[in-house]
């Protein structure tokens, strides 16, 4: 499937339905509100302010709202207020989605909008994301997970099209170390500081990671940052931040990062395919038979056979001649693949039947 039958798909789920849509200006809420115009759908865009993203945030919504002609809401609620977010345990990013999704599934049935649709993608379901087991518990419709859209193709998608997004609508608060509080002074200072860097470099996206007083910066155009006048500025400025180190994280930006890497596929001595992905979370093997054992049927593929629990953190399964394999540590194996086209075709149809532990 390409990425123009893709968008199709979310456009036939959008057609001429009523929904709400949780929206932050970022590339993947700015396509779903953009397909959902397309498709004749009943539009209301929320946007929760928790007083921890980003400065600009809300009005860059709200005007972007405006622009596509939808209705929208805010919802306010500020997280140094719940106790849950300020010690930022682990579990931080599933505990605000909870508090996020339940205000607006509750705004979205006031407003008599039934269906809530969040702009989660395919390409989420193999990161360290929580909070994406929020979106199973609300009810939660993702249109780009049933789509099998990845993050790659969604920017090059709203490129192509010249649709205007935010590049960066990250919260802040996942910019400091885990059970590390978090508080005004320190969400204030993240906030300046990305803001002065993007201000100098004109980078688009900037992190400033947060450990105690040292200070990581992350940048979408090393290019733009790798100058000794540019360093030296954002030092002084960093340091007049109470950081006491800074350093520069030369990593590559992975959001075209692709949902599958040629290294995870091996041929095998029959000339068929296996997949070997590690992913980084738990899965939760109870859960995720229990879904499973609710959609045997999978479009496009088949049905799931052959169940069976190998021992207690290993689940495996048949569809025709294939063999599937979830380790609890974070394992998925696939056996017996024709081609690699078939390799993709079942990985974004068995992810979203995965459920994932939080820590």
């Known amino acids: 499937m390409n990425t123009n039958d893709k968008i199709n798909k979310v456009k036939e789920i959008f057609k001429d339905k009523k929904v709400a849509i949780a929206f932050s200006g970022g590339a993947d809420s700015t396509l779903l509100i953009h397909l959902a115009k397309e498709s004749n759908a009943d539009i209301l865009a ?63 049935k006031e407003k008599g909008y039934e269906i809530m649709v969040d702009g989660n993608n395919i390409t989420d379901l193999i990161h360290d994301r929580p909070g994406i087991l929020v979106k199973y518990e609300n009810e939660v419709l993702s249109p780009f997970i049933d789509a099998g859209l990845e993050s790659y193709e969604i920017h090059k998608y709203l490129e192509d099209n010249d649709i205007e997004y935010a590049k960066s609508t990250t919260c802040l608060a996942t910019r400091i170390k885990t059970n590390q509080k978090v508080t005004p002074d320190s969400i204030n200072r993240i906030d300046y500081g990305e803001s002065f860097i993007k201000d100098l470099t004109g980078v688009d996206v900037v992190k400033l990671r947060e450990d105690n007083n040292k200070a990581t910066v992350e940048v979408s155009d090393l290019d733009k940052i790798l100058d000794k006048e ?33 290294s995870e596929i091996q041929i095998k001595e029959n000339g068929r395919l296996r997949l070997d992905k590690s992913v980084p979370y738990k899965i939760d093997i109870e859960n995720t038979i229990k879904i499973i054992s609710k959609n045997p049927i999978i479009e496009n593929i088949g049905e799931i056979k052959e169940i069976k629990v190998i021992n207690e953190g290993l689940l495996k399964f048949e569809i025709e001649d294939k063999t599937f394999k979830l380790l609890e540590y974070g394992q998925i194996v696939f056996e017996d693949l024709d081609d690699k086209e078939e390799v993709y075709l079942y990985l974004i149809k068995i992810l979203p039947l995965i459920r994932r532990k939080v820590s």
């Open 46 to 108: 929320v946007t929760f302010d928790n007083f921890i993203d980003p400065r600009g945030f809300v009005e860059y919504s709200r005007k972007r709202a405006e622009d596509f002609g939808v209705k929208h809401e805010i919802i306010e609620l500020n997280f140094f207020d719940v106790d849950e977010f300020v010690s930022n345990k682990a579990s931080r990013c599933y505990d605000c989605r909870k508090l996020m999704y339940s205000s607006i599934k509750q705004l979205a």
């Open 230 to 262: 540019i360093i030296s500025k954002i030092t002084e400025e960093l340091k007049e931040l109470k950081y006491d180190k800074i350093l520069l994280d030369i990593g590559i930006d992975n959001s075209e990062e692709s949902l599958i890497k040629d």
